[in-house]
């Protein structure tokens, strides 16, 4: 898909009004208090924020990749935990939009793209994350539907959400493990609730849960796509976009760090002269922009090949690791610039430096990204 520069100018400009009117003012409060936040939330459904990337035929706003990485970016620049909301449900939308039948697309894409269905994807159990194949969680067949019973951990949006695209194992003997893999649309209901919400470092007011299945019974046209074992090679085609998104969260985050630091070395005074005239100061701001810009073309480069149709696992690997670790180092240089400032919790660097790490874990750690990029590398450059 692609985005005319005029509607992408327009949804720009909207989204910062947004941001400055009804997310600036509450951010820091509902941060703190770990607040799921349910008017911001309401708004974001008003934007069509949870459409962005769902075709305009089924009620979306059609939006680019590289159009929905710039909205990721600027949202990230002032609250991350938002962009979380909206981006694994996106997932799981783009899942159906990609690998779903047409009567699925029709009868669930509407209700996604408005907000009055949210949810996200629930891949990683107690047992494992990185390594998908080995989930526990079984779908076992039950006249003309399946039970699902297992457990998922770490799910965002397991406690407000209301679907999830959720893996499961069809045939626990396949050979590879792969084929014997399947994605489910279920709802939330008999034999499929949350239990408890998982405290973490940072990325508050976004809820993280334990989902549980107790022979919860799913209709077969519950299988995205139809058809069983195809459940691995679609989440990894929905785990292409959720990469674009994090490497655009990490750049938010890293030029937010950059952003405050250099305010702040123009407003602090040491030895006489403001902080910005150290050249101790000076290199470190200037690394930490030439890392900022260096990670938004490499998530730029990348959102152009998915929507190019491109294949670009090697890519979105690549932009992710980098801006996540840019995000990280930032935050932390930040931190360093403003001193015993950077540790108080009236400044909003603490934060960054909270909620950066999250980015090199989710949707992949950075060491699978490596491993990633150096396959498709090598795949790319046979001898
Ligand atoms: C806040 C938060 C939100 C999340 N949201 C979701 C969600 O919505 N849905 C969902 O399904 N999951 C979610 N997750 C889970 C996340 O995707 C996993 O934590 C992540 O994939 C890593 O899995 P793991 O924690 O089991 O680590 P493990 O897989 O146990 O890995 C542990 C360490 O070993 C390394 N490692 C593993 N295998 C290899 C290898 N082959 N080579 C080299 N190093 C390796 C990893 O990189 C890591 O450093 C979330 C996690 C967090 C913290």
Redesign the pocket.
């Known amino acids: 898909m692609q985005t005319s520069k005029e509607d992408e100018r327009l949804i720009l400009d909207s989204i910062e009004q947004f941001l400055e009117r009804d997310v600036v003012p509450h951010a820091m409060e509902l941060e703190h208090n770990d607040t799921w936040p349910a008017e911001i939330v309401a708004k974001m459904s008003e934007l069509g924020l949870f459409g962005s990337i769902i075709e305009e035929q089924y009620g979306g706003l059609g939006l680019s990749c590289s159009t929905y990485a710039k909205i990721v970016e600027r949202v990230s620049r002032v609250w991350m935990s938002l962009s ?1 909301i909206f981006n ?1 449900h996106l997932i799981m939308s783009s899942c159906v939009q990609r690998y779903g039948t047409e009567e699925q697309k029709k009868k669930w894409l509407p209700k996604f793209a408005s907000g009055e269905m949210r949810g ?5 159990e107690p047992n ?4 998908l194949q080995a989930i526990r969680t079984r779908a076992t067949k039950d006249g003309d539907g399946y039970r699902i019973n297992g457990t ?7 406690i407000y959400g209301h679907c999830f695209a959720v893996l499961t194992k069809t045939d626990p003997d396949a050979d590879p493990r792969h084929r014997g893999i399947t994605l489910f649309l279920v709802e939330k209901g008999d034999g499929f609730k949350h239990s408890r919400k ?1 405290e ?1 470092l940072g ?1 508050k007011g976004i809820d ?1 849960a334990e989902l549980l299945f107790e022979d919860c019974y799913v209709p077969k046209e519950n299988i995205i796509g139809g058809i069983e074992g195809q459940g691995f090679k679609q989440i990894m085609g929905g785990l292409e976009l959720g990469r674009i998104n994090v490497a655009a969260r990490g750049v938010g985050v890293a030029q937010a760090s950059l952003d405050e630091a250099v305010k702040y070395a123009q407003q602090r005074s040491t030895f006489g002269k403001p902080i910005a005239e150290h050249q101790a100061i000076q290199l470190n701001v200037a690394d930490m922009v030439t890392r900022t810009e260096a990670a938004r073309l490499l998530t730029y480069r990348a959102a152009d090949s998915y929507d190019k149709g491109e294949r670009c696992d090697m890519e979105a690997g690549m932009a992710k690791l980098f801006s996540t670790e840019a995000a990280l180092k930032n935050s932390m240089d930040s931190m360093r610039v403003h001193g015993g400032y950077g540790y108080s919790k009236e400044f909003p660097v603490e934060r960054f430096y909270r909620d950066a790490p ?1 980015l090199t ?8 990204q490596r ?1 990633i990029i150096a396959r498709q590398l090598f795949a790319r450059n046979p001898i």
Request: proline share 0%; charged share 15%.
């Open positions: 979380g694994s996200g994807i629930a891949l990683t494992c994350g990185t390594d998922k951990t770490w799910i965002s949006n397991g998982l973490k990325y993280s999250l874990i989710g949707e992949g750690t950075n060491e699978l491993i």
